[in-house]
């Protein structure tokens, strides 16, 4: 059994204890109502909470561009929304960041019996994905979410809600079985979405279904809708760059060109990062 209270863990991460204790005076005195900065005093945790979520993006897009020398300061600049937060949370008697550390390690050792109780290490990983679902599912039961769905946040980006919403739906029995299918659903649904015409209500409404099937599609086929558009994004944004520099070399801007010389263009770059693509 791990021993999380092992002196010698706590010793390698002595300097730790001291940076974040360094980091949540300085928030103090930020949120200072006599002596802290306006703008920090004024914060809720409705202001925070859009900077939270772009700082979280801001990480995925370091590691996602493997820019490794730019992501300690990007997780940094998320651990301050953890500690504004945790101020705040002080400041109204809802919790502190010591009782916010306390409960997220408590539940770690909950859900790991097989590190920190008499569990035995020896599980695949299916079996320990299996067994954190039923401890997370008992973890909602207690807090009184007991419908399927419950618990899945609505602050989360469309496409990833949807992912998580089906999963929940999938333990239920609430899934197609052959892939197939999907498919054949995602064909409907294309051929709805043609006839919606210029209704805008109908478009929001089909276009929304169909992208919830496309997202279906993807969780069958073992893939991560939202990694999936991310990574599409970069690849426009890397090939229109492409355009952009290959028409600056002429004296031009894409306001100068046509739509086919453009088109033409993203053509040429699209072949020649096929041709410099590593053969399997």
């Not at 390698?12 to 005093?41: F, N, S, V, Y």
């Not at 590190?115 to 207690?142: H, M």
């Not at 558009?229 to 600056?248: P, S």
């Amino acid at each position: 059994m791990a021993d999380p209270t092992d002196p010698l863990i706590f010793d390698q991460t002595a300097d730790d204890a001291r940076q974040m204790q360094r980091l949540l005076a300085i928030m103090a005195c930020l949120r200072d109502p006599e002596k802290g900065c306006p703008w920090d005093i004024e914060q809720t945790y409705a202001t925070i909470a859009p900077y939270t979520i772009e700082e979280a993006h801001e990480v995925a897009d370091a590691i996602a561009r493997e820019a490794w020398g730019e992501l300690e300061g990007e997780l940094g600049d998320l651990l301050l929304q953890a500690v504004y937060f945790a101020q705040m949370g002080r400041e109204d008697g809802h919790f502190t960041f010591a009782s916010i550390a306390r409960n997220v390690s408590d539940k770690m050792v909950a859900r790991h019996p097989h590190i920190f109780g008499d569990e035995s290490r020896d599980k695949s990983a299916e079996q320990q994905t299996l067994d954190w679902e039923k401890q997370k599912a008992a973890e909602r039961a207690a807090k009184g979410e007991t419908r399927t769905l419950d618990g899945v946040a609505l602050g989360l980006p469309a496409l990833t809600r949807a992912l998580k919403l089906q999963k929940r739906a999938a333990r239920v029995g609430f899934d197609w079985t052959d892939v197939k299918d999907v498919v054949t659903k995602l064909q409907e649904e294309a051929a709805e979405l043609a006839e919606a015409e210029d209704d805008p209500d109908a478009l929001e409404d089909e276009m929304g279904d169909m992208l919830f099937v496309l997202t279906n599609l993807a969780r069958h086929k073992g893939i991560d809708p939202e990694a999936a558009l991310r990574r599409t994004n970069a690849k426009f944004t890397r090939r229109f760059n492409a355009i952009e520099d290959a028409l600056d070399a002429e004296g031009r801007t894409p306001q100068q060109a046509t739509l086919e010389e453009m088109d033409a263009l993203w053509t040429r770059i699209k072949q020649a990062e096929k041709a410099a693509a590593p053969s399997g």
